[in-house]
């Protein structure tokens, strides 16, 4: 894929400033870094590391990479290396893809109280799959799956959902069998909906019992408990948003998907189409109308405004697995999971999933027949001043 022209940090550039002085409310700390992270990555101002033909001795400066995990630019590696990891985890099944959203009105909450209310929805979809998986008039298995946060929608706005990738099937309550579901399905949606509503709603109402909650500005009446009792009423009485998308059809069209879904920010440089005139124009799919492709204008202010609504807490991890796949279980329970799928092959030749090595050596653009080497880091100070040997680490070829 091309180099877009246009990118996240060009737009803060010019205009960040502009979003800082007009924000209606104090920015946070966690949004300004952002801000500067972007603007920064991969310019002078973090330094780099000198590349040098290994044919015909050309040197190219490559500038470091923020590694903020809010920058379009930084997610290609960050995710090779998760996938890396992640595809000794698939099983030969198929695999489903449920989706848990909350009302609009929670969401206005959880904008207020992010790191409570983002854990709960995690926590509260988490268990909801465990405990109806479980129940024998369902599935009566133990299940495993991965979870994924993300918190805006096409247009930017703020919607927090989690993305859930279930294997279609489990490990029953015995442990002596693989229990599979039926083709084309994984678990009753409305009975996920009802059970979901109800494990978040008392979730949050534990959080706001125990003073975890605070709330202002237009939602500052909810600081009465009264009042904050009238809403969680009318949002038990709401029909909550659960859904499950068509299964995939291996474990490596799941692959294919995690690979471009999992490490997602609210929106990719690709997607941006032009900034003129203080106007930010950017590509989005109309989902009510098939997902066809249109055109959005936005202020550049509001753009910003927009974009920075997703940061999200520091430390908050927002890509978990549970059940067969936590951590402390999965390296016992997935060998046991091939052994009742009666699976004796390792994961990658059943996937036919291949992973490509990372490689720090690049074709050469002058003489096309060497690779380019990474020979040393270079500090900011070595690229601002015509790099000083104090400001330059050669690295250990060997």
Same mark, same amino acid.
């Given at each position: 894929?091309?180099?877009?022209?246009?990118?996240?940090?060009?737009?803060?550039?010019?205009?960040?400033?502009?979003?800082?002085?007009?924000?209606?409310?104090?920015?946070?700390?966690?949004?300004?870094?952002?801000?500067?992270?972007?603007?920064?990555?991969?310019?002078?101002?973090?330094?780099?590391?000198?590349?040098?033909?290994?044919?015909?001795?050309?040197?190219?400066?490559?500038?470091?990479?923020?590694?903020?995990?809010?920058?379009?630019?930084?997610?290609?590696?960050?995710?090779?290396?998760?996938?890396?990891?992640?595809?000794?985890?698939?099983?030969?099944?198929?695999?489903?893809?449920?989706?848990?959203?909350?009302?609009?009105?929670?969401?206005?909450?959880?904008?207020?109280?992010?790191?409570?209310?983002?854990?709960?929805?995690?926590?509260?979809?988490?268990?909801?799959?465990?405990?109806?998986?479980?129940?024998?008039?369902?599935?009566?298995?133990?299940?495993?799956?991965?979870?994924?946060?993300?918190?805006?929608?096409?247009?930017?706005?703020?919607?927090?959902?989690?993305?859930?990738?279930?294997?279609?099937?489990?490990?029953?309550?015995?442990?002596?069998?693989?229990?599979?579901?039926?083709?084309?399905?994984?678990?009753?949606?409305?009975?996920?909906?009802?059970?979901?509503?109800?494990?978040?709603?008392?979730?949050?109402? *534990?959080?706001?019992?125990? =003073?975890?909650?605070?709330?202002?500005?237009? +939602?500052? @009446?909810? !600081?009465?408990?009264?009042? $904050?009792?009238?809403?969680?009423?009318?949002?038990?009485?709401?029909?909550?948003?659960?859904?499950?998308?068509?299964?995939?059809?291996?474990?490596?069209?799941?692959?294919?998907?995690?690979?471009?879904?999992?490490?997602?920010?609210?929106?990719?440089?690709?997607?941006?189409?032009?900034?003129?005139?203080?106007?930010?124009?950017?590509?989005? *799919?109309?989902?009510?109308? =098939?997902?066809?492709?249109?055109?959005?204008? +936005?202020? @550049?202010? !509001?753009?910003?405004?927009? $974009?920075?609504?997703?940061?999200?807490?520091?430390?908050?991890?927002?890509?978990?697995?549970?059940?067969?796949?936590?951590?402390?279980?999965?390296?016992?329970?997935?060998?046991?999971?091939?052994?009742?799928?009666?699976?004796?092959?390792?994961?990658?030749?059943?996937?036919?999933?291949?992973?490509?090595?990372?490689?720090?050596?690049?074709?050469?653009?002058?003489?096309?027949?060497?690779?380019?080497?990474?020979?040393?880091?270079?500090?900011?100070?070595?690229?601002?001043?015509?790099?000083?040997?104090?400001?330059?680490?050669?690295?250990?070829?060997?």
């Amino acid at each position: 894929m091309s180099s877009p022209l246009l990118e996240v940090a060009d737009i803060i550039a010019k205009h960040g400033d502009a979003y800082l002085s007009k924000s209606a409310v104090r920015v946070s700390w966690a949004k300004k870094r952002v801000m500067r992270d972007l603007v920064a990555c991969r310019t002078a101002v973090l330094g780099g590391h000198l590349w040098r033909c290994d044919k015909c001795g050309h040197e190219k400066i490559a500038y470091n990479a923020c590694r903020n995990r809010h920058c379009p630019k930084c997610q290609g590696t960050t995710r090779a290396k998760w996938l890396a990891k992640r595809v000794e985890d698939l099983l030969p099944v198929e695999y489903s893809h449920v989706v848990f959203t909350v009302p609009p009105s929670l969401a206005d909450m959880a904008l207020q109280n992010k790191k409570v209310m983002y854990a709960i929805l995690m926590r509260a979809s988490a268990e909801t799959l465990k405990q109806i998986a479980a129940d024998p008039k369902h599935l009566g298995a133990t299940i495993g799956f991965l979870s994924v946060l993300h918190t805006w929608t096409q247009k930017l706005l703020h919607h927090p959902h989690v993305h859930c990738v279930v294997p279609a099937g489990g490990v029953a309550i015995d442990g002596d069998r693989w229990v599979s579901c039926q083709p084309g399905f994984f678990l009753p949606i409305a009975v996920l909906r009802r059970l979901f509503r109800g494990k978040f709603l008392g979730m949050a109402r *534990q959080a706001y019992d125990q =003073g975890e909650l605070r709330f202002q500005g237009g +939602l500052s @009446a909810l !600081e009465d408990p009264n009042n $904050f009792a009238a809403a969680l009423r009318i949002l038990y009485q709401t029909e909550w948003v659960v859904y499950a998308k068509p299964p995939f059809g291996s474990p490596k069209q799941v692959y294919k998907y995690l690979a471009g879904y999992t490490h997602r920010v609210a929106i990719s440089n690709h997607r941006l189409v032009s900034l003129s005139n203080g106007q930010v124009r950017f590509r989005w *799919q109309d989902r009510a109308k =098939g997902n066809r492709k249109r055109i959005m204008a +936005l202020g @550049a202010v !509001e753009f910003t405004r927009r $974009f920075l609504l997703h940061v999200l807490p520091k430390g908050f991890v927002r890509i978990r697995q549970y059940g067969l796949l936590a951590n402390r279980t999965r390296g016992k329970a997935l060998p046991h999971c091939r052994e009742l799928i009666d699976v004796a092959h390792t994961v990658e030749s059943d996937c036919a999933v291949t992973i490509t090595p990372f490689d720090n050596r690049i074709a050469c653009p002058s003489c096309k027949t060497g690779h380019l080497v990474c020979v040393a880091e270079v500090s900011w100070l070595a690229i601002r001043f015509s790099q000083p040997a104090r400001h330059v680490k050669i690295l250990d070829s060997s």
